[in-house]
């Protein structure tokens, strides 16, 4: 009994660019989970409304510049993180309330790659 999977254009896009990248330049698979995780945080603090300092939201773009660690102190701050450094990490997602971990868990998920994809699909993570 074979397998059927519906697979977007992009997602074909990216296991094309991630062949070919493969073939060049040997792409770390740890550097581009990294990067999705960052997307996934920008995301979530687009949906919580949460914007740099200059009230602009967050370009999705997986890298962790100086607005998204405005953003993210001033998320921080709402959930009385201390102390307030800029970086999502344990301290910040141990505070997090329930319903901003289910937010941040649809945006992992909306900005994983394929591979992610199929493993939650499979339930291997």
């Known amino acids: 009994m074979g397998l059927n999977f519906n697979i977007s254009d992009e ?8 062949h070919n990248n493969i073939k060049t330049t040997s792409i770390i698979k740890e550097q581009t989970d990294d990067m999705n995780y960052k997307k996934a945080i920008q995301c ?3 949906k919580k409304g949460i914007t740099d ?3 602009k939201e967050l370009v999705v773009d997986g890298r962790a510049g ?3 660690e405005q953003a993210v ?28 971990k289910e937010i941040l868990k649809e945006c992992i998920s909306e900005h994983s ?3 992610d994809k199929l493993i ?4 291997l993570d």
């Open 73 to 100: 102190s001033k998320y921080q701050s709402m959930i009385k993180v201390f102390p307030v450094d800029g970086k999502f990490g344990p301290s910040t997602s141990d505070k997090m309330p329930e319903e901003d």
């Open 113 to 115: 790659d394929f591979i």
């Open 120 to 123: 939650r699909l499979f339930g």
């Open 11 to 18: 997602d074909k896009q990216f296991i094309l660019e991630s």
């Open 66 to 68: 100086e607005k998204t």
């Open 53 to 55: 300092d200059e009230g």
């Open 44 to 46: 979530f603090l687009n």
